[in-house]
């Protein structure tokens, strides 16, 4: 319960962190409020879909659904996961400079629309089981992205500060990818032994740990700069 409980914490610090840094800045950047909004989209996710399932056991007014279409939360993660890799994909590309890059991330963005697509037509249960095959994409497109942004850092002259809120944030999407290659392989942790599911566990709050703690510090950050 406390892995559950601190990663749903992490998801709307860093929503109330977002909202105070886009509303006290008055940012106009549209990747920066997007971010904002798709942090506040996955607390939705998370609080409401998320815990569905123990709402339904636990909440006798919702008992009559136990059996019907949201006593699983399995297809709500399968179109977060196609969300998530496009924003993510979007976010980076509109940190770039070099314009080839940014063409690319563009063509990986449709190309990613055409395989999501392709797997929701043409696979069967795609609302009733974790789509592994579409997680997988969703990780390799999004690390591609964020190993293109590092490049174009590097080859570019402009200084940014390192917890610059885009910085902090694609460090931190990073990050969150490379942790969660396993849960491709054991994605279903009651199918593993105990001590592979404590591992799994601490690597995905890690994984989350990164993501939100650094767009939480960015967002401080932002706001500190603004007071001096």
């Not at 890059?101 to 043409?122: A, E």
């Not at 992205?145 to 080859?155: E, G, N, P, S």
């Not at 566990?201 to 740990?209: D, I, P, Q, T």
Request: hydrophobic content about 55%; charged content about 15%; glycine content about 6%.
């Amino acid at each position: 319960m406390w892995f559950l409980i601190s990663i749903l914490t992490l998801e709307l610090l860093a929503a109330i962190a977002g909202t105070l840094y886009i509303r006290k800045r008055r940012v106009t950047k549209r990747s920066i409020r997007y971010l904002v909004y798709f942090l506040w989209l996955t607390v939705f996710v998370e609080y409401v879909f998320g815990l569905m399932p123990y709402y339904i056991e636990h909440i006798p007014l919702l008992v009559n659904l136990k059996n019907g279409f949201f006593s699983t939360n399995v297809w709500v993660y399968n179109v977060y996961t196609i969300i998530s890799g496009l924003f993510y994909i979007y976010f980076i590309e509109q940190q770039t400079h070099i314009r080839w890059i940014k063409g690319f991330l563009r063509v990986l963005i449709l190309l990613f629309i055409c395989i999501c697509g392709t797997q929701l037509v043409t696979t069967d249960g795609f609302f009733v089981e974790f789509h592994r095959l579409l997680y997988a994409y969703n990780i390799l497109f999004v690390l591609i992205a964020v190993i293109l942004l590092l490049y174009d850092y590097i080859m570019t002259d402009e200084i940014i500060p390192i917890l610059d809120i885009s910085i902090s944030a694609s460090i931190g999407i990073f990050v969150f990818h490379t942790l969660e290659i396993p849960l491709i392989v054991y994605r279903y942790i009651d199918s593993i032994s105990g001590r592979a599911a404590f591992i799994l566990y601490g690597l995905l709050s890690v994984a989350c740990l990164f993501l939100y703690g650094l767009c939480i510090i960015g967002f401080i950050l932002g706001l500190k700069r603004k007071v001096d």
